[in-house]
């Protein structure tokens, strides 16, 4: 069984019509940012979504940081050492290493081709 990295708080906040749940990380109280569904944010992942950041969707943090404002969602994932943050949007795309927020743009909008 996978031990809980992060729990609810129990705060919610509407976006686009979408229920979004703010988290707070377990082994140090620190307050994350806000996801859809647990499935968005696998505990047995190493990914973290901070801030004001937020994921929805089918999206998936598996390990790298979503922060600031920066959106996840569609089915777009984030993996590995990866840090979106900003007012960047990440959707039906994958970024799984360190890029610069403009390359995490560029990755968003080949998304649309």
Known sequence: MTTKRYEFTGETKL????????????SDGVLGGWIKREENLPHDGTGWV???GMVSGDALVRGGVVRGGARVSGDAQVSGTAM?????WLWRARLSRLL???TACAARSRSHD
Do not use: C, N, Q
Request: charged share 35%; glycine share 8%.
């Open 84 to 88: 979106l943050r900003g007012t960047k």
């Open 100 to 102: 610069s927020t403009w």
């Open 50 to 52: 901070s801030d004001e």
């Open 15 to 26: 976006y686009y019509g979408v229920t979004l749940r703010r988290i707070r990380r377990l």
